[in-house]
């Protein structure tokens, strides 16, 4: 079934999404969201170039969380529940005791071997408590998305910062290293790399650099056999979920991808401007909350993020 709003490439996907109606339009007025997360009954979600973090709920509808986010990019929760983010203005990875208070934080990472890390941007957390993240340098090629400033690690890493607290720099071959996601059963990591974007504000896209999200294995705390798992178009992948049937839901330039587990499109949600990111959350967790551009979308599906599926997470929405 194809419709204005979703394109079915396999039947499976009627099954996965209620594509009876349009995506529902949830907030908007905004410049570019970003790292949406549900807690406490709530969607959290970062407005970057704003430099704020909001918050929205059935009930209030979108309000302002936090006033100073340091252009906060993306979200997550720990093992305990709360929030992981990226700030691109601190250029650190910091865990929220409160996402209303900004001095309520502990600093997850902030350099590496004595060099300050350029701007994280995603993170997922592992059952084990490490903290994965990506580092690319958005936040510091311009003013819209952090403070302009040099790069001092002289490339854009993917990193894990282990449960002890040391920080390792574990692929390091990525142009503009961006979303991530385990599968369910955390033996792969999936990547994406957006090194096509040009500039922050996106105005255009050259395909002859990397526009796709790579898979590795992972062995503790070593990634190996990387490979492209799949190439996206039109646009490039930022944010993504891999839900509990290893099925990969990523950002594109126009809506959310649908990919099976070999990588195969499954379907689309499409959406009228370029879309960051998405999370599974609601009160049943199977609502689909996609931060695109200035708005946020919901849309009703039957999947729930893989993190549900893992021993030690249950209720909670990484």
Known sequence: MTSPRFISVDPLFGTFVDTTGAPEQIADGYVWTEGPVWLDGQLFFNDIPNKRMMRWSEATGAQVALENSEFANG?????????VSCEHGGRRVIRRHDPTDPGA?????????????NSPNDVVVCSDGSVWFTDPPYGINSDI??????????????YCA??????????????????????????????????????????????????HIRVFDVDGLTLSNGRVF??????????????????????????????SPEGALIGKIRLPQQTSN??????????????SSDRVYRVHTTRRDAAHVLAGRKGKQL
């Not at 998305?145 to 993917?158: D, H, M, N, T």
């Open 278 to 291: 998405l999370c599974f959350g609601g009160t049943d967790g199977q609502t689909m909350f996609i931060t």
């Open 230 to 259: 799949a190439v996206i178009a039109p646009g490039v992948p930022d944010g993504f979920r891999v839900d509990h049937e290893g099925f990969v839901w990523t950002s594109a330039l126009d809506g959310v991808h649908c990919l």
């Open 105 to 117: 934080v502990d600093v997850i990472a902030g350099h590496f071997e004595g060099r300050r890390l």
């Open 145 to 158: 998305e952090g403070y302009p400033a040099q790069s001092e690690i002289g490339g854009c890493y993917v």
């Open 75 to 83: 979200n997550t929760l720990d093992l305990s529940g709360r929030m």
């Open 162 to 211: 282990a449960p002890d607290g040391t920080l390792h720099a574990v692929a390091t071959d990525f142009d503009k290293p961006n979303g991530l996601a385990f599968s369910p059963d955390e033996s792969r990591l999936y990547v994406a790399d957006s090194g096509a974007i040009k500039g922050a504000s996106f105005p255009g896209i050259d395909y002859d650099l990397p526009h």
